[in-house]
């Protein structure tokens, strides 16, 4: 091999390496000469196919690419400072999504890091991204270890995300254009990156096999259940239809069975009903002998048509709510568009019992929403339980919602005290600011969506409850993630399907909506004059729907001949539009330039690239400027 390189390259190459790392260097190497012919001093241009074969690639991978979206900027944002671009790409190394800081996007350009370029090794050598796939496994490229020698100036730290089926089905990448970095540096970034590819892996994982039983496992029970554990699911004959790569390095050591009961030596059948009666949950966990020695702690998470066909065995059941067909979109009252969508979509996506996600201002009218919803596909007979998780005290919430035991604590009900949770059984369970849930409840109502059991406060049995959920934050959950505050694993679990609710100042329906609000707070007939309407309609509106209702409350107790006049409306209401809280012009340029954007992308329907293209910006510039303004993709 040497003789066609020049002269101790590839050994200062292999010095910067070691182990594994040197290996898969050198045998990338010897695939790049003897196979693709490639020469170390070729100078090409970097392979790009067109926007529109892009955008096709992306559509093949619908899923992969959209529940990569938020997980690749998460990324980014905790490696941003250090110069890095974050990369996805599909299977045969296609970039199918990037970000990248504004400044640095010039530098990732000229040396091929762009949507739609291609880094298979056959194409560009030595590569983090092509020897990744070829070697199924977190890799780091450094510098003068890639073949091409114009691409010494990259360091690229990529890590396979795997199908269920354990092939490669994507490739997260993490590359940098400077001359500072040392190999130690990357050390960080690949840890980062595989625990990034590790969680989009398991974000899939549920996603395609949703249908299946899934067995959660791991050799310590305080794992399991968490991100850390191994997943295998199980099909209805028993036999394993699909694992994370965590759970076929556990299988590969139980001498690779590919049969559960052969594995731990017990029935399928008894062993999922087993997991899914266990009556203490403190643990989240019940011991499992494996076959030939040793023992792991499992659980495992039951799709709803087959709850009744294990859990009944020994535990009763609670009865599924009805799957009733959603009515009309027209039965909002709401005339403004956007609204109206939502609320269709939600609809739909109630019914197919998918949790959903709820973002927007304080007082937008989430939880108002969010029982439109619950009614159009339940009925308002059925229970919908709505918990405002900002406004408990953090001492009180885990009793609040998972209940407690008769004499579990000091003040307790003697004869215990159901909770919340188990109050929207056959419901709709309604989580409002669940961004300031506390960390330790969080944990609690992580093991109740994937048990679908509740353990009260004080006591070791688990009750079974059957809910649908909607969860609405006002907060960027995604930087709670990142700081620590979220758990990134209940997120997951929550964010079925995300619906952003328009601020009231959006809402094309606002004198509509005056009017219907009016008339559900007199009894009177009470209106507004047309100045006083257009005051109101003009109005920015920080408080929402909420502050909407206050005012018109305090204005129609004075309106004694049933007209709002400007003298009934609050005082402090007056000084809002020029006073305390009028917008800074920097606000006011923002506000003017985010109305100005969605504007436009409502005219190209959010096709994202036809936007950027008629603003003569690239994509990542669009989708920061988004993020900068609070518009959120639809």
Known sequence: MSG?????????????????????????????????????????????ISESQTRQLRDRNGRLYHHAHDLVRTLYRKIDASGYAVFLTDNSGVILDSVAAHSLLPSFRTNGLLPGAVWSEEREGTNGIGTCIVEGRAITIHKDEHFLAQHSVLTCTAA??????????????????????????CLRVRGMVADYADALERILFFDERAGDVILHLHPDARHVGSTRDAMISIAPDGTISGATSTARRILAAANNSTDIADMFEMDVENLVAKLANQDGQGASATP???????????????????????????????????????????????????????????TRLHAKDINVLMSGETGSGKEYLARHIHEATLGKSKAFVAINCAALPEGLIENELFGHAGGAFTGAARDGFGGRIREANGGTLFLDEIGDMPLAAQGRLLRVLE????????????????????????????????????????????KGARLSVPPLRERSDLADLIGRLLAALSDDYVQCEDDVLALLTAHGWPGNVRELINVLQY?????????????????????????????????????????????????????????????????????????????ERR
């Open 4 to 48: 066609n390189l020049p002269g101790g390259r590839i050994e200062a190459a292999l010095q910067l390496s070691g182990g594994a790392q040197n290996r898969a260097v050198l045998e990338s190497w010897q695939r790049c000469e003897e196979r693709f012919g490639l020469a170390h001093d070729t100078l090409r241009r970097p392979e790009v």
């Open 160 to 185: 396979p995300v795997f199908d269920p089926d354990g092939k490669v089905c994507s490739v997260l990448d993490v590359s940098a254009v400077r001359e500072d970095i040392k190999r130690p540096d």
């Open 288 to 346: 499992l002998n494996i076959a030939g020695g040793g023992v792991l702690f499992g659980s495992v998470t039951i799709p709803e048509r087959m709850r009744r066909r294990y859990v009944g065995r020994s535990t009763p059941t609670a009865r599924k709510a009805p799957s009733l067909p959603a009515r009309p979109v027209a039965d909002i009252p709401d005339k403004d568009a956007a609204l109206r969508r939502i609320f269709e979509i939600g």
């Open 451 to 494: 048990s679908r059991t509740v353990e009260p406060l004080g006591s070791t049995k688990s009750v079974p409850v059957d809910f649908r959920l909607i969860c609405a934050s006002n907060v960027d959950l995604n930087r709670a993630v990142a700081e620590g505050k979220f758990r990134e694993d209940l997120l997951y679990r929550i």
């Open 555 to 631: 204005a129609a107790v004075f309106a004694e001949d049933g007209v709002i006049e400007r003298h009934h409306l609050p005082d402090d209401f007056h000084a809002t539009p020029t006073d305390e809280e009028a917008p800074t012009p920097r606000q006011a340029m923002a506000r003017a330039e985010a109305d100005a954007l969605r504007q436009l992308l409502e005219v190209q329907q959010w096709h994202i690239s036809n936007t950027a293209k008629a603003l003569g910006i690239g994509r990542n510039t669009l989708y920061r400027r988004m993020a900068r303004l609070g518009i």
